[in-house]
Each structure stands twice: as structure tokens, then as C-alpha cells.
């Protein structure tokens, strides 16, 4: 049986500088969390947790950031450009919409 949550929006902040559905991605300065873009899949063998984030922020300054910061954190990235660490995987990916950065964060874990 799989769970579905979709996340109130109403309640949700920045989650003390850290990317929102998670409890280590560091959320870049300037940039906020698109809190209606939140999506937890949770199921007894993990979870799955899509969301973005977006700034008024130099796309390069952003890409540098989770580029240095991310193996501080435990993560490595691996020939496809997706971080793994333990028994989880990380892929974030950049773009630009309407004159900002759009930052997309797919956090799986297994369990």
C-alpha cells in the first residue's frame, strides 16, 4: 500500500535553511521553497520526496553551491550526475522560468 501526501501549504516554511520534504539539503541563500511543488510517495521499502526551489539567483552560483556543499554533506555523485549516500539517492537539476533559477530536488531512500 502506498501513502500519498500532499503537503498543506499553509504550514510549511523554510524549514530552517534546508530544502523542504528533507532534513539535509541545504537550501540556497535567496532561493525559497515552491511549497505546492511538494510530493512524499512514502511506502514500507522508502520514500520518494519531489520538490523545487526558486530564486532570483545566478544559475551558476546555485549549480557551484550544491556542487561544493553536497559532499560535505555525505553525498557522492556518480557518472550520471546523481548523488548517492547510504541507502539513498539525490538528483537536482537546474533550469530557468520567467527570469528565475528553478532548482528540482528527487530524494529516494530505501529503507
Same mark, same amino acid.
Given at each position: =500500500? %502506498?501513502?500519498?501526501?500532499?503537503?498543506?501549504?499553509?504550514? =510549511?516554511?523554510?524549514?530552517?535553511?534546508?530544502?523542504?520534504?528533507?532534513?539535509?539539503?541545504?537550501?540556497?541563500?535567496?532561493? @525559497?521553497?515552491?511549497?505546492?511543488?511538494?510530493?512524499?510517495?512514502?511506502?514500507?521499502?522508502?520514500?520518494?520526496?519531489?520538490?523545487?526551489?526558486?530564486?532570483?539567483?545566478?544559475?551558476?552560483?546555485?549549480?557551484?553551491?550544491? =556542487?561544493?556543499?553536497?559532499?560535505?554533506?555525505?553525498? @557522492?555523485?556518480?557518472?550520471?550526475?546523481?548523488?548517492?549516500?547510504?541507502?539513498?539517492?539525490?538528483?537536482?537539476?537546474?533550469?530557468?522560468?520567467?527570469?528565475?533559477?528553478?532548482?528540482? %530536488?528527487? =530524494?529516494?531512500?530505501?529503507?
Amino acid at each position: =500500500l %502506498i501513502s500519498i501526501f500532499f503537503i498543506n501549504t499553509s504550514v =510549511l516554511a523554510d524549514n530552517d535553511g534546508f530544502v523542504v520534504g528533507t532534513s539535509d539539503v541545504p537550501l540556497f541563500e535567496g532561493m @525559497k521553497n515552491v511549497e505546492s511543488s511538494l510530493v512524499v510517495f512514502d511506502k514500507p521499502d522508502g520514500r520518494i520526496v519531489f520538490t523545487e526551489t526558486e530564486g532570483d539567483i545566478n544559475l551558476q552560483s546555485v549549480k557551484d553551491f550544491y =556542487l561544493d556543499i553536497l559532499p560535505n554533506l555525505g553525498w @557522492k555523485m556518480n557518472l550520471q550526475g546523481k548523488y548517492l549516500r547510504e541507502k539513498e539517492s539525490l538528483e537536482i537539476s537546474f533550469d530557468e522560468r520567467d527570469g528565475k533559477v528553478i532548482v528540482k %530536488i528527487l =530524494l529516494l531512500s530505501k529503507i
